[in-house]
Structure formats: structure tokens, C-alpha cells
């Protein structure tokens, strides 16, 4: 009779276990459900971060981000670079440039003999370098709203970023009278990488980050050697930045005859593109 009543006791007991022990791994399962939820979702969230960061670098060439110079009232010019963003896929930042009639900004800047145009171009460049270092990023292109490019310019760039040395500080992707430096890398392309020679004009460079703290610290815009383009090719030749080329020039001045640059009225600039992305818009030089 004993050992039975024990044996029930013991039975109760066993169940009074195994209810303790369901209970418990409702309990666990419950936390583990709620509490690692946030850390699975954070790890998903980096992946699919990582993927837009893949995706949004296609749209800006390889590089960080792209800024755009272009003064507020000439939305002739933007629009047709939205027309040639939205076509190739590109995402650009316009920068509301510095006008040559801005004049309370132009004179606290620079005594040097230039013209309000070239001062204010000189300071959008200069502002730009400084917004970029604020925003934090690796590197950016940085175009004039004049910029045309070539049909297959993402290709192009990505055999080109192949080529381009992790230390490089500066890359013209369009440049003005340039010769032809030293070949950098193996590329077969028709567009190929070279070191700088002397290069002129201001539509189409990258800089990485270090180069945007030196060029606000070098090219100090109160007291300029000349025009923007002007001082940092003397910068170039003088060893102070690592700078690249791209040639031929994968994107040109767009120069339409009845749409007179602000910037440089007079230079005619014949430099051509193999297929250009305004012409194949439909817009008319
Ligand atoms: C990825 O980019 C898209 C479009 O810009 C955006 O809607 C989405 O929230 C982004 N996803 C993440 C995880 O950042
Ligand atoms: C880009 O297009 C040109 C013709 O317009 C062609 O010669 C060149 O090989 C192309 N480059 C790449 C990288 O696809
Ligand atoms: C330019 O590219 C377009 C689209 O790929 C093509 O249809 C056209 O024939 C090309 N034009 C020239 C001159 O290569």
C-alpha cells in the first residue's frame, strides 16, 4: 500500500516536472522570439543596406556621390542633365552655384585680377570641397552643368576604376588641352587611364576625401594664383596631389552656339564625343 501511494507521488511529481519544464521552454522560445527578432532584422537590414550601397554606387559612376555646379536660374541646363540622369541611371546632387552677381560674397573673397565669373566659380568649387568633407564622403565627382557624356559612360568607368590606383586623389574624367601622360594599368579599352599632364577645365573631376581637405587648404580662395582650373593644374605640376586621366574624355563641355557658357564665354571647345548621350536625346548644338 505504501509503495503504491509513493509511486502515484512520484508520478504526480514526474508531471509536475515536465509541466515546469514545458513552461520554461515556452519561456525561452518566447524571449528568443522577441528579443532576437531585433538582432535577425538588424542583420537583414545590413545586408540589404550593403545591396543599395552596391546599386547606388552603379548610379554615381564608382564613386561616392556626384555633385552638379549649377546656378539656380539656368534650368535649361538642369533639365537637360535630368533628362541624361534619368537615361543612363545616374543620380546627381545639384549645388546652387555662387553667381557673378553676388557680390556681397565675391568681396569678401580674393583681390586677385579675375573676373566675378571666375571668382564665383572658383568659390562654388571651393564650397563644394568643404560640403563634401562635412558629408563625410570616400571621394565625389564633381561636374559643371555643362557636362555631356558618352552613351556607355557607366562601362566605361567601371574598366576604369579597375585601372585606377587605391591612393588616387584626383581623376579627370573630362579635361581641356591635355597631353597625354604615362599609360597607368591594362585596360584594352578605347578609354584608358593615364597620369595628369598639365590638365585644364573643371566639368568633369573626382576627388577622394584627403585631396578635399588639402585642395580648402591649399587653394585658399582670399588669396587665389588665378582661375580655379588654373591653380589646381600648378598644384598637379607641382607633385602636391596624385592625379589621373582619362582620355580620350569620356564626358565634354557641351558647348550649344545659342547657350553661352557663364563660366567661359569665349573658348570654343570642339571636343567630341564618340556617342553622345544629348545628341542621342534629341537636344541640338
Ligand atoms: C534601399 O533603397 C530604397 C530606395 O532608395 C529604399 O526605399 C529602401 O528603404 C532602402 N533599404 C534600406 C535597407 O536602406
Ligand atoms: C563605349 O562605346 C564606344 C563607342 O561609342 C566603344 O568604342 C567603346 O568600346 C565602349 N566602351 C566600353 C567600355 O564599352
Ligand atoms: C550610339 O548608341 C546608340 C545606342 O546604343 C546606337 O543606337 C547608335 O547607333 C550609336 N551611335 C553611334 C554613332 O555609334
Redesign the pocket.
Known sequence: MKSGYSLIKRFQQSRCMIKIFITISITILFYFIFLFRPLLDYYSYKELNLQNQTKSLDRTLGFDHIYVVNLDYRTDRSKRLDDIASYLGLDFEYFSAISKDDVQILNRYGSADMSPSAKACYLSHHYIHKLMVAENYNNALILEDDADF???IT??MT?IHRDLPTSWEMLYVGHCYEGVGEKVGKSS???RLYKSVSPMCSHAYAISYSAARKLIELLDPVIPRGTFDYSLKVLIDEGKISSYSVHPQPIVQWTATDNPSDISQSIPLSFSL??STSLFLGYKQ
Open positions: 558618352e552613351l556607355n562601362d566605361i574598366d579599352s578605347v578609354h564618340l556617342n
